[in-house]
């Protein structure tokens, strides 16, 4: 079966611009999740989503970072405007729910965000 | 919330040689750990989990191990090879309903020939 795919890989800007994180989950996942993993660190959970529904945003810096997944299926992250300190690895993942027995996550390969 | 430790943050073994990784976790509700195994440039990879109800868990060369008084699990690698060689997430999270798991920060293992 094909993987969590993500798009760009690579993006470099600089700050006070935005940009915008894609995420195609694997075909049936009820549930994606977007991380952020900063040089040195564990993944950080930004947001979750159960089908097209938001179940946890808590971590989101709401001021400038939105999220959406439209018709429950693919998912796109924002940042505006950007910050130096978002710079970090975001990773998506999606799992077939959240539910015991359901929830092992299989990540994407991530996109590497650099703020100049 | 929960709040996951991880040790050592750097691990390094001889090729067959065995390494261990060690978390504590502080929410005594969490009952699923998973390990995830993250190659350069990749997303972590899930190689193993374990369940509250479970006290140890084997997969070939790994295996998981759960104290749930102490609330610390370990992963276990024997027979150690060079592609071993990765970054290691542990992670602790409360399955069914709305899981969202805390992660630890990583523990670079570097397995030399």
């Known amino acids: 079966e094909a993987g969590v795919a993500q798009s760009p890989r690579y993006k470099i800007i600089e700050k006070r611009q935005s940009v915008a994180f894609w995420c195609n989950p694997i075909?049936?996942?009820?549930?994606l999740y977007w991380y952020q993993q900063i040089l040195g660190q564990g993944p950080k959970l930004l947001i979750q989503f159960q089908n097209n529904g938001v179940v946890d945003d808590s971590q989101l810096p709401k001021d400038r970072f939105s999220a959406e997944r439209l018709k429950g299926v693919d998912s796109t992250l924002k940042i505006q405007p950007a910050k130096l300190e978002d710079s970090a690895v975001y990773l998506c993942a999606s799992s077939l729910g959240a539910g015991s027995q359901q929830e092992t996550q299989y990540f994407g390969p991530g996109t590497r965000l650099l703020v100049l | 919330g929960e709040n996951v430790e991880q040790h050592p943050s750097t691990l390094s073994v001889q090729e067959g040689d065995s390494a261990v990784i060690k978390c504590t976790y502080s929410d005594s509700a969490s009952n699923y750990f998973p390990w995830y195994k993250q190659e350069l440039g990749k997303g972590p990879q899930l190689i193993i989990d374990i369940r509250s109800n479970v006290g140890e868990k084997k997969d070939q060369r790994i295996a998981v191990t759960l104290n749930k008084t102490a609330k610390h699990f370990s992963l276990h690698i024997t027979e150690t090879q060079p592609e071993d060689s990765a970054v290691y997430f542990c992670?602790?999270?409360?399955?069914?309903?709305?899981?969202?798991?805390?992660f630890g920060r990583g523990t670079s293992l570097i397995v030399h020939p």
């Open positions: 075909s049936g996942h009820a549930t």
């Open positions: 992670a602790a999270s409360i399955a069914g309903g709305s899981y969202i798991p805390t």
